[in-house]
Structure formats: structure tokens, C-alpha cells
T-cell receptor, first 111, second 115 residues
Framework: RKEVEQDPGPFNVPEGATVAFNCTYS??????FFWYRQDCRKEPKLLMS???SGNEDGRFTAQLNRASQYISLLIRDSKLSDSATYLC????????????FGTGTRLKVLA | ETGVTQSPTHLIKTRGQQVTLRCSSQ?????VSWYQQALGQGPQFIFQ???????GRGNFPPRFSGLQFPNYSSELNVNALELDDSALYLC??????????????FGPGTRLTVT
């Protein structure tokens, strides 16, 4: 089983739609969780950290489910500019320096 | 912009050659992590430097080596280049990696092509 798994997509959604991505992780001791966004041929950019209580930033909501070992990202009212690859990031084990990236989920928002 | 810079932007090398990639971290950040991202994959952790010492390493052979300087800038060196080393090399800077979850900020990357 991969340490971090994501559905590669692509998810093709119309503008204004709500879309959700999940990411599963294998190490129950992981403590740090993030979502990054990566545009084609660009560097990853931090979208949001994921906290135990869940967190929201505008149209974006991130949640953590420790029991089932997954994190989720919900995007409401999708914009064309949301088209990108969304990378899930988890630390390898509690307190360690090593972050594991998923392969990413590709989102295409259609006009 | 993150304030993290990398050079060069693009590089073409021949198999067997050696390459040095450079990264300047965001002001005030004392940690640099290096990643390799092959096409269609997520970034793979190579190693991390914290206050000029290697602070952990991923599953990369010893021909991948690095340095961090007193100003926290960093170099990634790859010897005996192989075709599979063709990838985007990313550095990420961060602060206080030993104080719990830390956020990383990426530079624009160096795209290396090995022929």
C-alpha cells in the first residue's frame, strides 16, 4: 500500500460546482497534513494546512478523519482558475522531518 | 511569491556528467528540503538540511548529495547522471522543523534533462 494515495482524476466539473477530493495515508502516527496546489509546470503552492478540527478558507474546506486515515478537500463554487493538480502531503511519522506527497488529483473546471 | 529562488531554471546534461543545483531559502528560514518530481508524479523527498546539517534523507543513492551554507542557502549535487534523473528538482524552505508541523514554501524548480 502506498504511504499516501490519491485518485489521479481528472475530475472535470462545470463552473460553480462543488467538488471533493480524498487522500488516504498509511501511517497512523502521522501528525501533519497539508493540501498543495500545483499548476502545470510550476512549483507546488501551499493551499492550506489540515487541522484535527477541520478548517475552512473561503471556498475551500479541509477535514481530517484519523479513524479512517484520510484527509479531504472540498471546493465550493468552482472557478476556472481552480483548474490545477491538488497534492496531498503527510509527514512520514510523528515528529519527523520527512513529508510524503501524493501523486496529485487533477481538477479541470469547465466553462 | 515565496521568496525562494533556484538556479538554473533549465539544464541539459549528458549521462555520466555531474550537476549542481542551487537554492536560496526565504529570509529567516533555516531549513531547506530538496525534492525530485518526475512527470506525472508527486514530489519525492531527497533530503533536508537544517542549520547546515543533513536532517534526514529519502530513498536516493549516495550520488545525490547536498550542502547548506551559513546563510541557509543550499546546493544539490548529482554525480554520474542517469537518464532517469531527468525531472523537476524543487527546493522548499521552512522554519523550526523541530517544533511541530511546519509549512514548506517551494521555489520555482530546476528542470533537468539528461540525454
Amino acid at each position: 500500500r502506498k504511504e499516501v494515495e490519491q485518485d489521479p482524476g481528472p475530475f472535470n466539473v462545470p463552473e460553480g460546482a462543488t467538488v471533493a477530493f480524498n487522500c488516504t495515508y498509511s501511517n497512523s502516527a502521522s501528525q501533519s497534513f497539508f493540501w498543495y496546489r500545483q499548476d502545470c509546470r510550476k512549483e507546488p503552492k501551499l493551499l492550506m494546512s489540515v487541522y484535527s478540527s477541520g478548517n475552512e478558507d473561503g471556498r475551500f474546506t479541509a477535514q481530517l478523519n484519523r479513524a479512517s486515515q484520510y484527509i479531504s478537500l472540498l471546493i465550493r463554487d468552482s472557478k476556472l482558475s481552480d483548474s490545477a493538480t491538488y497534492l496531498c502531503v503527510v509527514n512520514a511519522a510523528s515528529g519527523t522531518y520527512k513529508y510524503i506527497f501524493g501523486t496529485g488529483t487533477r481538477l479541470k473546471v469547465l466553462a | 511569491e515565496t521568496g525562494v529562488t533556484q538556479s538554473p531554471t533549465h539544464l541539459i546534461k549528458t549521462r555520466g556528467q555531474q550537476v549542481t543545483l542551487r537554492c536560496s531559502s526565504q529570509s529567516g528560514h533555516n531549513t531547506v528540503s530538496w525534492y525530485q518530481q518526475a512527470l506525472g508524479q508527486g514530489p519525492q523527498f531527497i533530503f533536508q538540511y537544517y542549520r547546515e546539517e543533513e536532517n534526514g534523507r529519502g530513498n536516493f543513492p549516495p550520488r545525490f548529495s547536498g550542502l547548506q551554507f551559513p546563510n541557509y542557502s543550499s546546493e544539490l549535487n548529482v554525480n554520474a547522471l542517469e537518464l532517469d534523473d531527468s525531472a523537476l528538482y524543487l527546493c522548499a524552505s521552512s522554519l523550526n522543523v523541530h517544533r511541530g508541523p511546519y509549512e514548506q514554501y517551494f521555489g520555482p524548480g530546476t528542470r533537468l534533462t539528461v540525454t
